[in-house]
Each structure stands twice: as C-alpha cells, then as structure tokens.
C-alpha cells in the first residue's frame, strides 16, 4: 500500500486548505482512513477519519472547521481545512487501516497568525 499527500503549505489564519491522500494497492473501499497531525514537541493526534460506510469521526479542536471525505472511485480521501488556526500548524499524515497500517510520509501545514 502506497499513500500520497498532497495540498499542503503555508496559509494565514482564518484561511483554508484542502489535502489529498491517493491510496494505491489497497482494496480501498473496505478500510478506514484518516488525518493524523504532529506538531513540534507534541504527540501525533488523530484529527479524523472516516470508515468505508463514509461514516467520520472528528477531534473535537477540528469540529465545524474540517471535513473528511472520501472519493472510492478516485481512491483518494480528502481533508477540508477551513478558518485554520496558528495551532493547526503541523505535518499532517495520512492513515490506512486494512486492517494493517499504513502511513503517507506526511506533509507540513503552517498557519501563521
């Protein structure tokens, strides 16, 4: 399994971002997939994920500010960022579960203030 991110970047708060993670080799439409983020000196977190049924799941910090969705047909999910905060600023990582795990190599989300 082979995940890409792509989208991210350098932002002012109150902006917005969308990610994009193009899985590969999975059979992408039984699993659940999702956000990770880290940021300097801090544990990684999840931000959310949704399941093959599109059902989701959101960190409370990104509730009403960001959306996960999920394109089968593309085999890509997606993370909507909107009115982002300087502590959003993180790398962002995408998750696959199979139920093995797989992680993309992260991509760098900077808000500044």
């Known amino acids: 399994v082979h995940l890409v991110e792509s989208g991210g970047g350098l932002v002012q708060a109150g902006g917005s971002l969308r990610l994009s993670c193009a899985a590969s080799?999975?059979?992408?439409?039984?699993?659940?997939m999702g956000w990770y983020r880290q940021a300097p000196g801090k544990q990684r977190e999840l931000v959310a994920d949704i399941n093959s049924g599109s059902s989701t799941n959101y960190a409370d910090s990104v509730k009403g500010r960001f959306t996960i969705s999920r394109d089968n047909a593309k085999n890509t999910l997606y993370l909507q960022m909107s009115s982002l905060k300087p502590e959003d600023t993180a790398v962002y990582y995408c998750?696959?579960?199979?139920?093995?795990?797989?992680w993309g190599q992260g991509i760098q989300v900077t808000v500044s203030s």
């Open positions: 080799g999975s059979s992408f439409t039984i699993n659940v």
């Open positions: 998750v696959l579960v199979d139920p093995y795990v797989y």
